[in-house]
């Protein structure tokens, strides 16, 4: 049931979507649907959960800063790519206007998390020494949107996907800039 309501939810969004639509692609009954979600607007919530599962982040490994942030800022930033993720952006920002919890929700489990994961990591670095920081957690906020820069934008809209070494290259360029203006002074 949710792959098919992954289907039609991604391509047409939630508004355009009928659980007839959901049902045809499943085979499933209409009251399997009101059973296992209540309603459309619970299938819809079921599927974005479906999808922020797979797309959370791993652990943030202990290391040296720029290894460390190298790593996490070419997973985030794969994550942001996929073509699943940009779907379901996509969709909330159309939708985000019917259903004002979403977006919110969205956030939290997303970006919310990855830099609040990242901030304590940065507080570490600060602590031991390796970093000086006013704000890790703002800190992090910053570092993640150099991350994301202008290809994450370009894909939402669009505009174009980033050609191969894009990715790395940005995230490389993210790294340098954050560590020089959070590197202690040196003698």
């Known amino acids: 049931m949710l792959k098919a309501a992954r289907i039609c939810f991604l391509d047409r969004g939630f508004l355009r979507t009928t659980i007839s639509d959901v049902l045809a692609l499943s085979g499933g009954s209409r009251a399997t649907v009101y059973e296992e979600f209540g309603d459309k607007e619970g299938l819809f919530a079921a599927l974005v959960a479906s999808i922020l599962d797979d797309m959370s982040l791993p652990a943030i490994a202990d290391g ?10 070419r997973s985030y930033l794969e994550q942001l790519l996929d073509p699943e993720a940009l779907a379901l952006y996509r969709v909330v920002l159309g ?5 004002r ?3 919110p929700a969205i956030f939290r489990a997303g970006p919310r998390a990855a830099s609040d994961a990242l901030a304590l990591r940065l507080a570490a670095w600060v602590r031991s020494g390796e970093l000086v920081l ?3 957690r703002r800190a992090a906020t910053l570092f993640l949107a150099m991350v994301e820069s202008d290809l994450h934008r370009a894909a939402i809209m669009w505009e174009r996907n980033p050609a ?3 990715i790395e290259e940005s995230v490389d360029l ?3 800039l954050f560590l020089r203006g959070a590197a202690p002074a040196r003698g």
């Open 64 to 73: 040296p800063p720029d290894k460390v942030l190298r790593e996490l800022g």
């Open 95 to 99: 939708e985000s206007t019917h259903m």
């Open 101 to 103: 919890q979403l977006g």
């Open 134 to 136: 006013e704000n890790p």
């Open 164 to 166: 191969p070494g894009e």
């Open 174 to 176: 993210a790294v340098t």
